[in-house]
Structures are given as structure tokens and as C-alpha cells.
């Protein structure tokens, strides 16, 4: 499956983004759905995830500013991000895990300047 991230960008501290994962397979059925992030020389970091059941799980230094949700009809997957702050500054990567197989979108650039 295919995974197409959009809604990166360049945003002041402080502010918000909201970005987009487009699956070309339905989500309905994938075991979980993540976002991770990379900064540059750093490892990439799981930073929110959804399962099927619709439990989600938060990296610590985001949890209270980002939400992941989901709308199955669209097979998309978003991640509000609010409060931002300059250590957000990553390429951020969608997830999704199926029964046969995971894919990996192709990262968006979040800036985020003080």
C-alpha cells in the first residue's frame, strides 16, 4: 500500500499544523497507525499511535499538544499538532500495519522557528 503525507511546513512556536496521511488501502482494517519523527542526527521516534480498537499512545514530550485520529471513509490519518515548539523541527513519517505487511509514507518536513 501507498502512504501520502501532506501538511508539513514552515510555523512559528507556538503554532499549529495538522498533517495528513492518504492511504491507497483501506485503514479500517490495519492493526495500528503511527506518525514517528526524525530529526537530523537523531534516531526516528514513534510520536503517536492509533490502534483499531482506538487506543492511542503518545510520546511523552507531546502528549497534551498532538492528537491522532482517524476517518476510515477517507482512508487518511492526521495528526494535529499544536503548541509547537522548536524541538518539534523533524521530518514526520506516516505508519500503517496491516496483517501482511507495514508500508511507510514518504515524510513531511515540520519546521517549527522561535
Known amino acids: 500500500a501507498q502512504l501520502v503525507e501532506s501538511g508539513g511546513g514552515l510555523v512559528q512556536a507556538g503554532g499549529s499544523l495538522k498533517l495528513s496521511c492518504a492511504s491507497t488501502?483501506?485503514?479500517?482494517?490495519?492493526?495500528?497507525m503511527g506518525w514517528y519523527r526524525q530529526a537530523p542526527g537523531k534516531q526516528r521516534e514513534l510520536v503517536a499511535q492509533l490502534t483499531r480498537g482506538g487506543s492511542t499512545n503518545y510520546a511523552d514530550s507531546v502528549k497534551g499538544r498532538f492528537t491522532i485520529s482517524r476517518v476510515s471513509a477517507k482512508n487518511t490519518v492526521y495528526l494535529q499538532m499544536s503548541t509547537l515548539k522548536p524541538e518539534d523541527t523533524a521530518v514526520y513519517y506516516c505508519?500503517?500495519?496491516?496483517?501482511?505487511?507495514?508500508?511507510w509514507g514518504q515524510g513531511t518536513q515540520v519546521t517549527v522557528s522561535s
Open positions: 488501502r483501506s485503514i479500517s482494517v490495519a492493526n495500528t
Open positions: 505508519n500503517v500495519d496491516w496483517s501482511w505487511g507495514t508500508s
